[in-house]
């Protein structure tokens, strides 16, 4: 009996699971221990059979003077454990890392025309490497001897590569390289390590009659090598295998209306052999599309997006990238007129929507195709209408309209005279944003709340979307100024002995900070009286929604300092900063 397996664990492989542990944890959702424990399930029961035979016949062996001494069919339970913590620290990396990536987008036939060609044959490359290094492990396993040991691992793993390349290489070709590689390379030379100390030191041994007698370096056996890299490369494939089916469940709602808070196995293998071609690719290009608004627009509300999970952030994502269509629609257009006119779009649209309900959606759609243009196609076809109502939606078309009569300021009229102005603006244009927003988060939590506190939550939502739009009003003083707009109310200008014209000509007149800072006061009292609200959301919302408003608030923090960053005209706020506000929020 000894304790040097076990120390390698209390040294090496217990700490890093605890840092990890502690790092993820305001992320972790009851899905990605789902993902941990189905991942460590088939990892101990895949392996065991495997080390059993190894350890009978003696191709690797555990001096008894370095074990604890319980055994599993001749197993150490430290060698056990070693199969749930490596799959556990390297799992938790690879989740950690791939948490904000978006994976809906990554869905693709196998000639997609729009991103990057993906054909057949690096399917088939794929399947006949791994192919071929199975024969050289079958091989090697044959003639038995020195080779023994490396054709057990090549004979052993690559089987399961091959199945998961099979299931999911579109995936792992698809994603970026980062949620891949850095999951696989970090643990595999951290291991390296832990084993060359482990071999100096006799706590596992190799037998020199079934080992090639090659060293990646000195001490470190390259089957060992070959041997930790094949079995992250197993975990990290899993998990991607284990995300495409996910992205496939989440994303084809009509192809998988019902999907379980924890699909089956049954079920994750029934989305991934869902052949390419039936999927659903106006979708897949009309997320990718609303992605790519809200990382181009929204800085703060993109990085708030990969807090959320599931079908919910598919429709907030939607959502926001109908919020930016439409108002691009009236901002972009040439006239007054033009613009005039895709409002009026706009509210055919919701009409067809919510008050011609014997509209089919084949009729919506071909409206969407013959009106607007291809950049708001997709967004409108997708917005999910069914489970969001329509009072928002048109009163955040009465927003844009009020952005309209700023180009009436030649005869001296502006829409924002006063405070009450004001808020009516922020409340259209953001407080039903905010409104919407909620309605996804009870529709997709199925949470069962009393209708006075969805009421009261849902006011206060609207609350903090005046809140937020002031913050926004706020940081682009300058860039609404070149565009002839001015939301500061005109009777607080006239209390600055100002008016919109002058702020217009000169938005860096020295008056304009106390005005700033006056609006940012206001946005402020407003989220104070409504952050409260947040704690009353169900519970897999409430820290990606303080994610969001914390984000977003954090401009207007920024914008009472002195020395701010600009770009593009815009206060903004550093990587690190938004990273550690999103952190704190997370953790309240």
Not at 120 to 146: D, M, N, T
Not at 428 to 447: D, N, Q
Not at 554 to 564: A, F, K, N, P, T
């Amino acid at each position: 009996m000894g304790y040097d397996y076990a120390l390698v664990h209390l040294q090496y492989t217990i700490p890093p699971a605890v840092a990890l542990t502690l790092l993820y944890r305001p992320l972790c959702t009851k899905l990605d221990v789902y993902k941990i424990l189905f991942l460590i399930c088939i990892a101990v029961v895949s392996t065991t059979p495997w080390d059993s035979y190894l350890i009978h016949n003696r191709i690797w062996t555990y001096p008894p003077e370095a074990i604890l001494g319980p055994t599993f069919l001749k197993i150490p339970v430290e060698e056990i454990f070693f199969f749930v913590i490596q799959t556990y620290n390297t799992s938790l990396l690879y989740l950690l890392i791939s948490k904000p990536t978006f994976h809906p987008v990554y869905l693709q036939t196998e000639r997609d025309v729009q991103n990057r060609r993906l054909l057949p044959w690096e399917k088939w490359l794929g399947q006949a490497i791994l192919s071929f290094v199975i024969v050289i492990g079958v091989i090697l396993v044959s003639r038995g001897g020195q080779g023994l040991y490396m054709g057990l691992i090549l004979a052993w793993a690559v089987p399961f590569m091959l199945i998961l390349w099979s299931l999911a290489y579109q995936f792992l070709l698809g994603l970026p390289l980062s949620n891949t590689a850095i999951p696989v390379v970090l643990p595999t030379f951290y291991l390296w390590a832990v084993d060359t100390l482990a071999l100096k030191r006799g706590t596992w041994v190799i037998e020199s009659r079934t080992k090639l007698g090659l060293n990646l370096w000195d001490g470190l056996e390259i089957e060992e090598a070959v041997f930790f890299l094949v079995t992250n490369v197993l975990i990290v494939f899993g998990l991607v295998a284990f995300n495409n089916a996910l992205a496939v469940l989440e994303t084809f709602t009509t192809k998988f209306p019902d999907l379980p808070s924890m699909p089956s196995p049954l079920l994750l293998v029934e989305a991934l052999l869902l052949p390419s071609h039936k999927y659903d690719q106006l979708k897949i290009y009309g997320l990718q599309e609303a992605l790519y608004r809200l990382r181009k627009k929204s800085r703060s509300f993109y990085l708030a997006s990969g807090v959320f999970e599931g079908r919910l952030r598919i429709d907030l994502i939607i959502l926001y990238s109908f919020c930016r269509v439409a108002d691009d629609l009236v901002d972009d257009a040439a006239s007054l007129a033009e613009a005039k006119g895709w409002i009026e779009q706009l509210n055919m649209y919701l009409d067809m929507v919510y008050r011609n309900k014997s509209s089919n959606r084949s009729g919506v759609t071909d409206f969407v195709f013959d009106v607007f243009p291809p950049s708001a196609q997709r967004t409108l076809v997708l917005l999910p209408t069914a489970y969001l109502s329509a009072e928002p939606l048109y009163e955040l078309v009465k927003g844009f309209e009020t952005d309209l009569d700023f180009s009436s300021e030649i005869h001296g009229s502006f829409p924002i005279n006063t405070q009450e102005d004001l808020q009516l603006y922020g409340s259209r244009v953001a407080g039903t944003v905010a409104e919407s927003c909620i309605e996804l988060v009870y529709h997709h939590t199925h949470a069962d709340s009393a209708p006075e506190q969805r009421r009261r939550v849902l006011e206060a939502g609207g609350k903090m979307g005046i809140a937020l739009q002031c913050v926004n009003i706020a940081r682009d003083i300058t860039v609404d100024a070149h565009m002839s707009r001015v939301y500061l109310p005109s009777s607080w200008l006239k209390d600055a002995n100002l008016t919109p014209t002058a702020v217009i000509h000169d938005p860096t007149h020295s008056a304009i900070e106390g005005l700033r800072s006056r609006l940012l006061d206001l946005a402020f009292v407003i989220y104070e009286e409504a952050r409260d609200a947040i704690e009353e959301l169900p519970a897999e919302a409430r820290a990606p929604m303080r994610v969001a408003v914390e984000s977003y608030m954090e401009i207007g923090r920024v914008l009472g300092e002195q020395g701010y960053m600009v770009k593009d005209g815009r206060a903004t706020v550093p990587k690190s900063r938004r990273l550690r506000v999103a952190w704190k929020a997370l953790n309240q």
